[in-house]
Structure formats: C-alpha cells, structure tokens
C-alpha cells in the first residue's frame, strides 16, 4: 500500500537510524573518577564492545588506593611492631638494642607501593581498551563532558568521582589536617590531636600511637563508633586506652592557634593541649563540587551526594552515579558492586542487583573491629525475641606475650528462626575472621549450623562454634 514501507525498507533504515544515533556520540560510557567504581564499569563496559572513555584528575585507583584503605593499613602494620617486640621476649627473642623507627623509609616505602598500583590500573585501563584522560573532567550538558580544554559526546555519563574530608571552619581551622594528608608528613610529631569519633579517627589514633606519637582522640559525642554495636565499641575504647591513647568524649575545639613550637588547642572545657599536629576526621562529603551536575537534571541530596534509583541513574537518564559519591555505603566492595549491577543495567540483560543488607566491614583500630549483621541495638529495635552469646578471653600469643590485649566475640540470634542475624568480633585477626561469618550470614545460617561446625584448635575462631551459653 502506498505510504507504507516493507520489511527490507524498515531494516535497511532501522540500520541508517542506528549508524546515524551512534555516530551522534564520541562514546558510549565517559567515567568521570578512576577509583575502584569507575575503573570497573569501565573495564566491563569496555569488554562488551562499548566505546569508553575514562577521566581522573588526581591519581589512579581513587582514595581506597591512594589516601585510605591501602596506604591506612600499610600503617597500621606498621604501628603494631612495637607490641609484637615486646611479645617476643617470652617466646625467648631478645632485641640487642632498643627498635627505632624511620618514619621516612615507612613512608617512602609506602609511597613506592601505591605508585607500582597506581600502575596496575593504568595498565587495567589500557588493556581494556578504554581511553584515560589525565585531566580534571566537567559535565557541559545532559550528554557533553569536557576535559583538557576538549568537548565530548557521551551517550551516558557515570560520575563516579567518589568523597573528600570534610573539615568543618572554625578559628584556627586552617592549621588542621585531613587524612589525605596523613600519608604523606615530612616528619612524625611528638604530640597529635586526632578529632573524631568516627573509623578514620579512631584508626588514625591507633596508627599514631603505635609509632610512638603522644596521642589525644578528641570526640565531641560520648561514643566512639557510634554506628556499630555498643558493646563492642566500647570494648575498642577500653583496648585503645590500655594502649595508652588519651581519649576526651563530650569534648570539642574551640580554636587552633600557630605557635612557636608547634600548635595550641583550645578545649571547650577550658583546657589547652600543645601540639605538633592536629587532624580532623570529622566525616567526608561527596565529591562534586564544581562538578556540572547543574547543566543537567541531577537532583542532590543535602549533603552534596548525588541521588540516584535502583539502577544508579540519576532524574537525568542519560547520567548515572555510584560509589562514595552517592554515599549509600562507602566501602570500596560496595563500589565494585555497584559498577557490576550498573553495567548489567546498561549493556547486559538487566536482571543484576545489589543487596545492602549483611556486608561484613571492619574498622582496623587497634583493637580491631570485624563485624556483619546486625548490632544489638538494631536487632532489639527489629525482632521481638533475640538471644545475645558473647566471649571474652585473652588471646593464645599473649599468654607468653605478656600483653593485655584480649578477644571479644559476639553472636546476636533470632529465636523464633534460630537465624544469625549478626556476627561481631573485637581483636586480632577480626577482619580475617568476620570475612569468613559474612558468608554464613549471606547463606542463612542459623546458630544449629555454627553449634554443628568443628572448630580449628588451637584458633580464636574456633569460639564463633563453641558459644553454647547465652549471656542474656
């Protein structure tokens, strides 16, 4: 019939329809952010035939590499050789002189090792066919990035440029620190004022103290690691004082002045501390200032994050976001995660998700703090009939050691299902540990299950099994 086309005519200008709508873009996917996220997407996207570019303005690999998670537990390692020292005399070692530290072959080394990863992704960039733009990237538009004075067509954009300490102002505020910073001193001071009640501060004030730095942990609030089972974080809190971190709750810092010998802070108890150093881990805030998010119709939360739906897209559908930027869960996992499921959104059969519920985390304080599920606070507020099992003991090294680090292990039941509904543990080898209970949660496992399991002995995990008597 006149005015009607057949089916080799509708092919024949699906085709012309598709050439000339993918000719209309540049790329497929521009990354905006080279942290663990964007880098995964990327890569994925790329592996499907997708033509993909990434930006990154400051360093490959993004804070979980550079100035957090990596660098944080080189440190850390670090910090617990002078107990480890000590525990060696009962095992019959003697040290012929007293250890000293270098603190620039410590950060040196550490610095050689986040180069050699910084490496590793460029290398994942390149090889996955990818182009990297070493330049800061701006959103111009619902489909136009620029970077190095360029412009760009993107079909979709994914900002994935991840968080930044926040370091709130006050007078003297500029003599303060953040944990970017940390990592990269000219010099260890005598005395640091860590402020914060929060995992970065609480680990920082660990990392400080084992080197030998006089540390105060300075907390406005009346706990430390409010988010994360009472129980347990005060445990982290009396372990963290018998290591001989000077901790003030309920306090605050009305004023930083420069002195001649370093910095004085003023307490809003009327006190003054003297220090060399004073770092404020206070919370970080999305990364997206001056971003461009305002040339499309991205909605932000109040705290700067950016919202996004279930599939990660923002209320623009060309622009997508995932990650700390987004601040669901910060946690590099979660952000791997995250660029999986989206990819599988945008380019594979869309049937991918993520589940917030059960992600094991640890905070590597000292003590140290490995948990999943859920704290009794939450599960007294979600389930009518919980039975709580806890162990405290002192662990197998010190009993030579001479130390007084001990273990506390903590499994939080619902009785109507017998399901482990959370799973927590303060001391050595939490991390290692809780990794393995995060499975058995993600699996259903109730407490029958861990009673059934044999434990490994002479192990501090082999308690996880061996719990049989409620503590209340």
Known sequence: MAGHLNSEQLNHE???????????????????????????????AASKGKKV??????????????VGCVPKKLFVYASQFPELFHASAGYGWSVPAQP????????????????????IYNNLIDNSGADLFDGRATIAGPHLVTVNDKAYRARTILVATGGWPYIPEFPGSEHAISSNEMFFLDDLPKTAVVVGGGYIAV?????????????HLV?????????????????????????????????????ITKTSTGLSVALNNQSDMQAGLVLYATGRQANTAGLGLETTAAVMAKNGSVVVDDNFCTADPSIYALGDVIDRVQLTPVAIQEAMVLVDHLYGEG???????????????????????LSEEQARAEYQDIAVYVSDFKPMLQTLGGGADRITMKLIVDNATDKVIGCHMVGEHAAEIIQGMGIALKAGATKAHFDATVGIHPSAAEEFVTMREKAR
């Open 351 to 373: 049937l991918a998700r993520i589940d917030y519920s059960d992600i094991p985390t640890a905070v590597f304080c000292q003590p140290e703090l490995g948990t999943v599920g």
């Open 53 to 66: 570019a990434v930006a990154e303005e400051r360093y490959l690999g993004g804070t979980c590499v550079n």
């Open 219 to 255: 907390y406005r609030g009346p706990n430390l690691l409010k988010s994360f089972d009472r129980e347990m974080s005060d445990k982290i809190k009396d372990g963290m004082v018998a290591k001989g971190v000077n901790i003030h709750l309920n306090t605050e810092i009305n004023e």
């Open 14 to 44: 699906q085709l012309n329809k598709e050439q000339l709508d993918s000719e209309q873009y540049d790329y497929d996917l521009f990354v905006i952010g080279a942290g663990s996220g964007g880098v995964r997407a990327a890569r994925m």
């Open 100 to 119: 000293t530290l270098s603190w620039a072959i410590l950060r040196d080394n550490k610095t050689a090792e986040i180069e050699r990863l910084n490496g």
């Open 203 to 215: 680990e920082f004030a660990g990392i400080l103290n084992g080197l030998g730095v006089e540390t």
